[in-house]
């Protein structure tokens, strides 16, 4: 899923290529309405940090809503260092997740040695 058409276009185009399938929709991640809930891996590459606080809010409700019990959900994001930074997230918007997923890993890096980052591995707890 992608809110760019393009990324769709492109992706579609490896997925032929390589003889795999796949059903790719074009949605916002905060309008995630038709997509049933169920998911072993949910995959997040640079979307969560551009989300405004009111957006990140609907996509949490998301991510809780689809991914199925002992699914995992990793996470690349800039982080900010500063409070003053409006882009990226910080250890706050983190504990968000913590609230209904748990803590596999994290690996803080560099982007391009220029932002800092990480990746986040968080998995979602099996009832009992």
């Not at 072993?40 to 949490?60: A, K, S």
């Not at 991510?63 to 500063?82: Q, S």
């Not at 990226?88 to 748990?102: A, H, I, N, T």
Request: hydrophobic share 35%; glycine share 8%.
């Amino acid at each position: 899923m992608d809110i760019s058409g393009r990324a769709i276009s492109l992706a579609k185009k490896k997925i032929r290529q390589h003889g795999l399938k796949a059903d790719l929709k074009r949605e916002s991640v905060t309008d995630l309405r038709t997509i049933k809930a169920g998911f072993d891996l949910i995959l997040d590459i640079g979307c969560y940090h551009q989300l405004d606080p009111g957006e990140r809010q609907i996509y949490h409700q998301n991510i809780h809503r689809l991914l199925k019990e002992g699914g995992d959900f990793l996470l690349y994001a800039h982080y900010k260092n500063h409070p003053e930074d409006l882009h990226g997230v910080d250890d706050l918007d983190l504990e968000q997740f913590s609230m209904y997923l748990r803590l596999i890993r994290r690996n803080d890096g560099q982007e391009r040695n220029k932002r800092p980052s990480l990746w986040l591995l968080y998995q979602k707890e099996t009832l009992r």
